[in-house]
């Protein structure tokens, strides 16, 4: 099991920016990703990255505003979220996968999950 701890979320303005950090300990794991949940919503994909190598996958709707990095040293993920939209109110998870996958867009392929952090975008 990986135990995964976020921050960084919060209030901001539509078009203002947000980094989100996912600290992450225990075994090693293959890859991250980022999910968001918001109310009456089923959890979906963010943004993903292979924790080796650094490949990187996007939700369309979020490709060019928003950008999934790694620390590997501190074993820390990132998502930088800029220009936000009020659409993008949500709760973040980070989740983290031991194996490779040939996708990383489903929730359930993914055994570790952090608590979550809110992220809410006003007008």
């Known amino acids: 099991q990986v135990h995964l701890v976020e921050s960084g979320g919060g209030l901001v303005q539509a078009g203002g920016s947000l980094r989100l950090s996912c600290a992450a300990s225990?075994?090693?794991?293959?890859?991250m990703a980022w999910f968001r949940q918001a109310p009456g919503k089923e959890r979906e994909f963010v943004a993903a990255?292979?924790?080796?190598?650094?490949?990187?996958y996007y939700k369309d709707s979020v490709k060019g505003r928003f950008t999934v990095s790694r620390d590997n040293a501190k074993n820390t993920m990132y998502l930088q979220m800029n220009s936000l939209k009020l659409e993008d109110t949500a709760v973040y998870y980070c989740?983290?996968?031991?194996?490779?996958?040939?996708?990383?867009?489903?929730?359930?392929?993914?055994?570790?999950w952090g608590q979550g952090t809110q992220v809410t975008v006003s007008s």
């Open positions: 990255i292979k924790w080796s190598g650094g490949t990187t």
């Open positions: 225990g075994r090693t794991f293959y890859a």
């Open positions: 989740a983290a996968v031991t194996y490779s996958l040939g996708r990383y867009d489903d929730p359930n392929k993914f055994g570790s």
